[in-house]
């Protein structure tokens, strides 16, 4: 059979393009965060191994106030965002999912473009509107978040409709057949078997928020709201030490660690296939 | 009955954000690029469309005929763009296809390795490669060493020795066929992966050669995985100004998103940067007009052949 499906002969060749591929797209980053423990100030010339970039008493993550502000101006708008998306997100899942009838394909376009909408022009609208019309807000922190939850509010929405359509609504008649009240129906069987998608989504708009950087450069206005990944693009052609590589080192490791920990909450309670599917962006 | 306006109103605030953050925002860019500007040349938007000034954008579109300041520029973005994608498809057919069909336990694994680009930030994989190609970064060794810089300078791609990152379109494009390779393999893995083997035995039990069944079943069924692929990363491609910014730092390689990002956050040259963002939009929005009905029409000729 497998013989039979392979029309390449031994599959010897695509297996060299992969792995060349992977090691392409992966060692770069890998080098980039070994530096990140350079004993020197060279990006390019390994002096050793130290974590003096992380915490050491001058330049590092830890002890330079631009870095660490950056550090802590991005946690504080993930937070914010995940914090108004998810519920948001939640929200607009459930009713899209349910609400059958005139305008719920209008709505369902308009959810869905801001993940088609590149992220210039996403960002120079942002822009335009807290100049012209939101004054009042202006640019700074609060413009950012708004900015971020409403791309990030997509991500909610697809990753949380795909856990409706696979839970179906026989749980909640089979709740209602044994008499439970609207209210537990949706509190004690629906909101229980949803929370996995929950947790996913709102670890997908955290990693997503970290990662941001167009809409939030566009929407910044002073020092004080510099993010990682602006130092990063402010500094990286300049000639910054291995602090730029470790700040870059401690983002990603936050990144990671809060996908792979949605991934097997994901796991867990909805079961290995809908998780793979949902890290392959099947949804 | 009541149930059905229950769900509008749990829908309502989802709603209500989406319209005022980003229908509403987009409307701005309309009445900005449609508007006028002050004598500081600070935008006056026009908020009433029987105001708008369509002359300011339509004069614009002069300005990417042939000689006009946005001309080479455009030229540039599409070479540029084209060159990237059509790598993509040639590193990424290969690698999705070996993924989807003859990873066989290792399948996992190399899945995981295909995602976590996805999820390392886009500007530190951009700082890597800076790291890599200063001239005496470990990358530029490699490249010396193995000839491939030699090589480069041969066949006019790179100027000087060491000078990958001095405003060289090569960089460039390999730059972004590194940031967005990643978002092309993934669509295309999931494609190939969805086709039933049972139509590939079907093909060769009825005498279709290796090669004919690749190319009549597999190739064709996975066509929608493709356009997807492409459509998903040449839009984000068409807007992109960081990766030239950071690869290479000079003019002679700017994208139309450098000239957007010029003239809307570095300068003050609002109303153009507005009509040059509503411009791309529509390009865009054409381009992904195209691409749906290409897939719908793909999808029926594979269904049917």
């Known amino acids: 059979m497998s013989r039979l499906r392979n029309p ?30 350079n004993n020197g100030r060279s990006r390019t010339t390994w002096q050793g191994f130290s974590f003096r970039w992380f915490t050491g008493e001058s330049g590092s993550v830890l002890h330079d106030a631009a870095l660490r502000d950056a550090l802590g101006h991005t946690l504080l708008l993930a937070v914010i965002c995940v914090a108004v998306a998810t519920p948001l997100g939640v929200a607009l899942a459930l009713g899209l999912q349910r609400w059958r009838g005139s305008g719920s394909g209008t709505v369902n376009t308009l959810m869905l473009l801001p993940l088609v909408t590149p992220e210039i022009v996403m960002g120079v609208a942002l822009l335009l509107l807290f100049l012209q019309v939101f004054g009042g807000i202006g640019l700074g922190t609060d413009a950012q978040a708004i900015g971020q939850v409403t791309f990030t509010l997509s991500y909610v929405v697809v990753i949380v409709r795909g856990r409706l359509v696979s839970i179906g609504p026989e749980f909640e008649e089979a709740a209602a057949d044994l008499g439970a009240p609207r209210r537990d129906q949706f509190f004690r069987v629906l909101l229980p078997l949803l929370a996995p998608a929950i947790v996913a989504s709102a670890a997908v708009a955290f990693a997503t928020s970290i990662d941001d950087f167009v809409v939030t450069q566009y929407l910044s206005s002073d020092a004080s709201t510099t993010t990682v990944s602006m130092l990063l693009y402010s500094s990286a052609r300049g000639a910054p030490t291995p602090a730029l590589n470790a700040i870059a080192t401690v983002n990603l490791v936050i990144t990671l660690l809060t996908l792979a920990l949605a991934y097997f909450v994901y796991r867990r309670f909805a079961g290995r296939d809908e998780a793979t599917s949902l890290a392959t962006m099947e949804v | 009955m009541g149930s059905r306006w229950t769900w509008r109103l749990v829908a309502l605030p989802g709603v209500v954000w989406l319209s005022v953050f980003f229908l509403a925002a987009f409307y701005a860019v309309l009445a900005v690029a449609f508007g006028n500007q002050d004598t500081l040349s600070q935008p006056v938007p026009h908020w009433n469309p029987l105001d708008w000034n369509v002359g300011y ?142 139509q590939l035995d079907a093909a060769r039990d009825l005498g279709a050669s290796p090669a004919s069944a690749f190319f009549r079943v597999t190739l064709p069924l996975s066509m929608p995985g493709i356009l997807a692929g492409a459509v998903l990363i040449a839009l984000p491609m068409f807007g992109d100004y960081y990766t030239a910014d950071l690869v290479s730092a000079s003019t002679q390689t700017n994208m139309i998103g450098n000239q957007i990002d010029e003239f809307m956050r570095q300068g003050s040259e609002k109303v153009t940067g507005a009509a040059l963002t509503l411009l791309l939009s529509v390009f865009l929005l054409a381009l992904m007009f195209y691409y749906l009905r290409t897939t719908r029409r793909a999808g029926t000729t594979a269904q049917t052949t």
């Open chain 2, 57 to 198: 954008v339509l004069d614009m579109l002069d300005n990417f005929t042939s000689g006009g300041p946005f001309w080479t520029v455009s030229l540039r973005t599409v070479e540029f763009v084209a060159i990237a994608v059509a790598l993509s498809l040639l590193i990424g057919y290969p690698v999705a296809y070996f993924t989807a069909r003859h990873a066989g336990r290792w399948k996992g694994a190399i899945l995981l390795a295909l995602i976590l680009p996805l999820w390392i930030n886009y500007l530190m994989r951009m700082l890597a490669w800076i790291n890599l190609l200063a001239p005496d970064g470990i990358g530029s060794d490699v490249l010396h060493s193995t000839g491939i810089e030699w090589l480069f300078l041969q066949v006019g791609l790179l100027d000087e020795p060491g000078g990958w990152l001095n405003g060289q379109p090569i960089t460039v494009i390999l730059a972004l066929l590194y940031g967005y390779l990643p978002f092309f393999i993934l669509p295309l893995f999931v494609a190939i992966d969805r086709i039933d083997g049972r």
């Open chain 1, 8 to 37: 390449w002969g031994q599959p010897r060749f695509l297996a060299f393009i992969t792995g060349a591929y992977i090691l392409w797209a992966v060692l770069p980053v890998l080098i980039a965060i070994a530096f990140a423990f």
